[in-house]
C-alpha cells in the first residue's frame, strides 16, 4: 500500500509523509521567511491544520504580514480556525511551562482536535531562539522524544535553529535528533541527512525498484494472458463457426430438395454423412472446451475414473481409427503394442492421451513415419509417439506444454492450440509424467509414463 505524501512547500524538500519531523538552521529573518511562509501555505492549501509558534527574529503580527502575501484568504482561513499564528510565550507557557510531557501533549491533543474537525492532520513549526543555554540539555532531549511521538500521528513539525546561537556540538546534537536539517548556502536551501536516514532512503530505492520490476513483469504476464485470451476466442469462433455452417448448407440443400420433391435416398445418404461428420467435430470441439473449463475452474487436476485398462489395446484401437486420416496426410504408422500392459487408468483419457499425438503429428510432420510404441513396466507402463517431422525449436519446447499455443500459426490445420496441454493435464491427473526428445530437422519424440496404480499430480 502506497505511502500517502503531503507537499512540503519547500523544493529542496518535496514531499513528506505523515509523522515527518525536521529542522532548518536560518542566519536570518529572510530564510525564515523563504521556508515557513511556502511551508504553511502549502499545508492551508491541502486542508491541513497549521500551528505556527513564533519568535525572534519576528513575531506573531510579523508573520500574519508575511503569510497574507502569499495567501489572500488567509482572514477566513484564522476565523474559521484552520490556522493559529501564536507566540511562543502563549504556548509553552500554556503548555504547562516547557515541561516536555506537556508539551508533547499538547501536540497531540491539537492534532485531535484538527481531525476531528475535518483536516488532515497537523501541520506545525517551533522557532527556538528564545531557548536559554541552561535549558538546552532539556530542550534536547524533548526534540529526541517528539520523533517518536509525530510518527504514529498525521502531524508534521520542522524546528527553527537560529545558526549564531548554535555551537558545532549543538548542531550535532539538532541534527542527529531529526530526520534530516536545512540549510541555506549561497541562496539555495540544501539537505543534511543523517546516516540512518540514507540508508534507508537507499533500501526504499532499492525495494521501488524490486516492487516495478515486479509490476511491469506482472503487468506482461497479464498482457500476455490477455492476449492469449483474445487469440482463443479467436481460433475459438472460427472452429466452431465452419462446422456449424456446414450443417446449415447441408439443411438447407436437404430442405431444398425435400420442397421440389426431388429428394432420394441417394441423395440424402452422403449429406446425412457429412453432416453426421460435422456434429462430431462440434462434440470434439466442445468436450476440449469442456476440458478446459474443469481444469482451469480450479487448481485440482481433471476427473478421472478408474478402472483395469490395456494401455496396449487402447494404442491399437485409437491407431486403427487413425490409419485413415494417417494415409491422408502421407504418414505411415507403425504401431508397437504386442504385449499388454495393464493399469487402473481412465480409458477415456488414455484414448485423448492417443488421439491428442497422433493429431499432432498428422498435423505437424506429414509425410512421415509415425510411430505408436507401448511399453509395459514393472509398476505402469510407457507410451511413445515418435514422428520424423521438423521437430521443435529448442526455445518453443517449454511452451508446447501451455493453453492455446500455436507453434506454426501459418500452417494451422484446425484446433485450439489445446492438445498438448490436455495430453499434460490428463497424465498429471494419473500421477504420471511426460518427456518430449526433439531437435531440428530430426523428428519430435512424445514418451508418456504412467503408474499401473493412480498417485498424485506431478509438479
Not at 548554535?166 to 541555506?184: E, K, S, T, Y
Request: aromatic fraction near 6%.
Amino acid at each position: 500500500m502506497p505511502i500517502p505524501l503531503r507537499p512540503s512547500g519547500i523544493p529542496a524538500v518535496g514531499d513528506l509523509p505523515w509523522g515527518s519531523h525536521f529542522c532548518q538552521f536560518y542566519g536570518d529573518r529572510e530564510d525564515l521567511v523563504d521556508s515557513l511562509v511556502p511551508y504553511f501555505k502549502a499545508g492551508l492549501e491541502n486542508n491541513e491544520h497549521c500551528l505556527w509558534v513564533t519568535s525572534e527574529p519576528f513575531g506573531a503580527s510579523d508573520a500574519r504580514t508575511l503569510l497574507r502575501n502569499a495567501v489572500p484568504d488567509l482572514d477566513q482561513r484564522m476565523s474559521r480556525g484552520q490556522i493559529e499564528i501564536i507566540d511562543h510565550r502563549d504556548w509553552y507557557m500554556k503548555a504547562g511551562g516547557k515541561s516536555a510531557d506537556e508539551v508533547l501533549q499538547g501536540w497531540v491533543d491539537r492534532h485531535g482536535r484538527a481531525l476531528a474537525q475535518g483536516y488532515a492532520g497537523l501541520r506545525l513549526t517551533g522557532n527556538t531562539y528564545w531557548l536559554e543555554r541552561q535549558d538546552w540539555s532539556g530542550f534536547v532531549e524533548y526534540e529526541a522524544r517528539v520523533t517518536g511521538t509525530f510518527k504514529s500521528h498525521n502531524i508534521i513539525g520542522m524546528c527553527s535553529y537560529c545558526l549564531e546561537r548554535c555551537g558545532p556540538m549543538d548542531v550535532l546534537n539538532v541534527v542527529r535528533n531529526h530526520q534530516f536539517a536545512l540549510i541555506r548556502q549561497a541562496g539555495e536551501w540544501e539537505l543534511i541527512e543523517s546516516a540512518s536516514l540514507k540508508s534507508a532512503k537507499a533500501d526504499l530505492h532499492k525495494l521501488n525498484g524490486e516492487l516495478e520490476q515486479r509490476v511491469r513483469e506482472r503487468t506482461a504476464e497479464l498482457q500476455h494472458a490477455l492476449q492469449m485470451r483474445e487469440e482463443f476466442l479467436s481460433v475459438a469462433s472460427h472452429e466452431l463457426k465452419t462446422p456449424i455452417t456446414s450443417l446449415q448448407l447441408y439443411m438447407e440443400s436437404l430442405l431444398r430438395a425435400n420442397q421440389r420433391g426431388t429428394l432420394t435416398p441417394a441423395q440424402v445418404a452422403p449429406k446425412l454423412l457429412k453432416a453426421k461428420e460435422q456434429c462430431g467435430r462440434l462434440e470434439n470441439l466442445i468436450n476440449k472446451l469442456l476440458d478446459v473449463s474443469r481444469a482451469t475452474a480450479s487448481d485440482d487436476p481433471l476427473p478421472i475414473e478408474v478402472e483395469p485398462v490395456d494401455l496396449a489395446e487402447v494404442a491399437r484401437s485409437v491407431g486403427e481409427v487413425f490409419a485413415e486420416g494417417l494415409q491422408r496426410a502421407g504418414c505411415e504408422l507403425r504401431v508397437q503394442a504386442d504385449h499388454p500392459a495393464v493399469g487402473h487408468w481412465d480409458r477415456m483419457r488414455l484414448e485423448q492421451v492417443v488421439t491428442n499425438l497422433l493429431s499432432n503429428a498428422i498435423k505437424y510432420a506429414p509425410g512421415t513415419e509415425v510411430e505408436l510404441a507401448v511399453q509395459p513396466a514393472k509398476d505402469g507402463a510407457t507410451l511413445v509417439v515418435r514422428d520424423g517431422g521438423p521437430g521443435i525449436p529448442e526455445e518453443a519446447q517449454q511452451r508446447v506444454f501451455e493453453r492455446f499455443v500455436q507453434l506454426s500459426p501459418k500452417s494451422h490445420a484446425g484446433g485450439f492450440g489445446l492438445g498438448l496441454w490436455i495430453v499434460r493435464s490428463i497424465v498429471d491427473a494419473h500421477g504420471g509424467s511426460i518427456e518430449l526428445d526433439s531437435k531440428p530437422g530430426a523428428g519430435t519424440t512424445f514418451k508418456v509414463s504412467l503408474p499401473s496404480h493412480r498417485g498424485g499430480p506431478r509438479a
